[in-house]
T-cell receptor, first 112, second 113 residues
């Protein structure tokens, strides 16, 4: 079983749609969680950290469920510019260490 | 401007010819990593460094070397490149600490013929 698993998609949605991605992780001791966005052939960029109580940034909402070991990303009112690959990232370490494990990414295509 | 800088951005070379990809960050980050990204396999960590003179293997270290003589620089060395090292490479850095996000360089697209 992979340490971090995502549905690779692609998810094809019309503009304005709401879309949700899930990501599961296997290490119950994981400490921190992130969503990154990666455009084709470009570097991954931090979209948002995921906090235990859930957090929102504009049209984006991230949630963490420690009991079931998954995190989610919800995108509301999707735009053409949201088309990208979304990477789920989990830090499996503790203290000052910690290794970031990347999921394979979920591809989103927003169509006009 | 805070950034991670990799060079070169693109390189086509031949099997066996030693090459170095440089990485430099200006954020005083302790932790630096190298990743390769291949279709269907996602980002895989090659080597990482928790501070100057402290380096360790990641998930796919075979065929690569690194050094960390200064805090800002973390070069990736391919002593004898082979075609299976053709890939997209990213350098990244962050502060120590579990909740710290990672900053990536622009990537180096390497083709070994």
């Amino acid at each position: 079983r992979k340490e971090v698993e995502q549905d690779p998609g692609p998810f094809n949605v019309p503009e304005g749609a709401t879309v949700a991605f899930n990501c599961t992780y296997s290490n119950s001791a994981s400490q921190s969680f992130f969503w990154y966005r990666q455009d084709c052939r470009k570097e991954p960029k931090l979209l948002m950290s995921v906090y235990s109580s859930g957090n929102e940034d504009g049209r984006f909402t991230a949630q963490l469920n420690r009991a079931s070991q998954y995190i989610s990303l919800l995108i509301r009112d999707s735009k053409l510019s949201d088309s990208a690959t979304y990477l789920c990232v989990v830090n499996t370490g503790s203290g000052n260490t910690g290794k970031l494990i990347f999921g394979q990414g979920t591809t989103l295509q927003v169509k006009p | 401007e805070a950034q991670v800088t990799q060079n070169p951005r693109y390189l086509i070379t031949v099997t066996g010819k030693k090459l170095t990809v440089t990485c430099s960050q200006n954020m005083n980050h302790e932790y630096m990593s190298w990743y390769r990204q291949d279709p269907g396999l996602g980002l895989r960590q090659i080597y990482y460094s928790m501070n100057v003179e402290v380096t360790d293997k990641g998930d796919v270290p075979e065929g690569y070397k690194v050094s960390r003589k200064e805090k800002r620089n973390f070069p990736l060395i391919l002593e004898s490149p082979s075609p299976n090292q053709t890939s997209l490479y990213f350098c990244a850095s962050r502060y120590q600490g579990v909740g710290q996000p990672q900053h990536f360089g622009d990537g180096t697209r390497l083709s070994i013929l």
